[in-house]
């Protein structure tokens, strides 16, 4: 029998199958592992050829991002819902969620952008004119280092359906 409703590849978490009467489960994370390692794991390098190739639709107030922090809620984005972002449409600028911004795009993620206001100051930059530091700013901050675990993670944010 036909299934009659559609997912999109975001929507599925696992896939299962029988095997010599047995069944097995395996995670769409590790089939993404398997299949386009290039693609799941990003590289610092795959990140700037990003930004400097993409046409974003906003620009950021930011001078600098932290690769650590798009690294991780890139890989975490096809599984927690991550949140939203704002965005200015008078400037077209993104004012609260870059580094969400970021990895969503790389992810081919769907994300809802709300609108919001920016200060009068916050000049509009194109994100490939932003430094990307290599330092992990959460995991150098005591405020922020739960975000690096991912038992933390697992525990206090919501997984997608």
């Keep these: 029998m036909p299934c009659k409703k559609s997912f999109s590849y975001s929507q599925i978490k696992a896939v299962s199958y029988i ?7 395996i995670f769409v994370e590790d089939i993404y592992k398997l299949i386009a390692p290039d693609h799941f794991e990003l590289t610092l390098e795959r990140l700037r050829q990003f930004l ?4 974003h639709p906003y620009g950021t107030a930011q001078t600098k991002l ?10 975490r ?11 200015c449409e008078y400037k ?13 795009k790389l992810a081919g993620i769907d994300f809802e952008i709300r609108p919001h206001t920016s200060s009068h100051c916050d000049m509009l ?10 330092d ?4 150098n901050h005591e405020d922020t280092a739960k975000y690096c675990d991912d038992n933390y993670v697992d525990k206090n ?5």
Excluded: P, T
């Excluded at 095997?19 to 489960?25: E, R």
């Excluded at 400097?52 to 046409?55: A, G, K, M, S």
């Excluded at 992990?136 to 995991?139: F, L, N």
């Design 66 to 75: 932290c690769f650590a922090k798009i690294r991780r809620i890139y890989k």
């Design 157 to 161: 944010w919501i997984k997608k359906e």
């Design 92 to 104: 077209q600028m993104v004012v609260e969620g870059n580094h969400r911004f970021i990895a969503y």
């Design 19 to 25: 095997k010599d009467n047995k069944c097995y489960a």
């Design 77 to 87: 984005c096809f599984i927690y819902e991550l949140g939203v972002v704002k965005v």
């Design 125 to 134: 930059k194109k994100y490939n004119e932003v430094y990307i530091s290599e």
């Design 52 to 55: 400097v190739d993409e046409q």
């Design 136 to 139: 992990d700013w959460d995991a």
